[in-house]
Each structure stands twice: as C-alpha cells, then as structure tokens.
C-alpha cells in the first residue's frame, strides 16, 4: 500500500508505539487493523515492523505514528478485529505476529491460514526452449 497524509480528525499518536496506536485507532474508529513491514519513506532500503489502520471505505491509510505517512510505503496484512482483540487479551502485547520474538506461527495460523506441514508440491519442469533460464 502506498501512504497517504493522516486523514483530518486524527492526530499523531505516541511515537515508536505503532502497534498500541493502531490497535486503539482500529478499536475507536472501527477501522481495519494492518500488520507487517512499513518503509516510512520509499527511499529507505529497509523496511521496519509496523502496525497502521486502513480506512476501507475512504481507501485511506491511518498511520498516526509516523510523521508523514504519505510519503510511507505498507506490506502487511489485515488482522480481523476478532482475532486482534483475542490475541492482545491472551498476550498482553499490542503486537499480533510478532511480539519481540520473531514471527508466531501459531498466531498467524488462526487467520492467515498459515500451515506447518511442508510443502509437497514439485517444481513445475518447462521444457520451452524459448523461455529463459535463471
């Protein structure tokens, strides 16, 4: 997702607290809880955990911890506000897949359908002259 500057009526939150800010602002709006990696500006080589709400009927992203979310770049998924509320009950952390110490699978698995049986499916073999090797 490509940011887009905070919509009027929200104001910046508490910096470096991304995810207890989007879970409140998902829990006071009604909005879609997001998870994953957010680039705060498209020239940063990399990218940070982060947790921001979207607007889904304005299409617009609501990041009230970063100073200039328009200029931010999103890859995350969308945690259901059922599942974030279980999950910050359980844990007693804002943060959903990840908590400080690494990914939880088992979290994930709840509503990415996340799997930990291994994949047994083949490499699809192409024997097209015409297409390149890599």
């Known amino acids: 997702m490509v940011g887009t500057a905070l919509p009027e009526g929200y104001a910046l ?7 207890r800010n989007a879970y409140d602002t998902a829990i006071d709006h009604g909005l879609a809880y997001f998870e994953g990696w957010g680039w705060p500006d498209a020239n940063d080589p990399l990218p940070y955990d ?3 709400c979207l607007d889904l009927v304005t299409g617009e ?7 200039a979310p328009e200029t ?13 509320l279980q999950v910050v009950q359980e844990t007693g952390c804002y943060g959903v897949l990840d908590r400080g110490r690494g990914f939880d699978r088992a979290v994930a698995a709840r509503f990415l359908g996340w799997s930990e ?9 192409c024997s097209d002259p015409r297409l390149p090797r890599f």
């Open 13 to 19: 939150a508490a910096p470096r607290q991304c995810f």
């Open 50 to 52: 982060h947790a921001w």
């Open 61 to 67: 992203i609501v990041d009230q911890t970063w100073c």
């Open 72 to 84: 931010a770049i999103y890859l995350g998924v969308h945690v259901p506000t059922g599942d974030l």
């Open 117 to 125: 049986e291994p994949c047994r499916s083949q490499p699809n073999t």
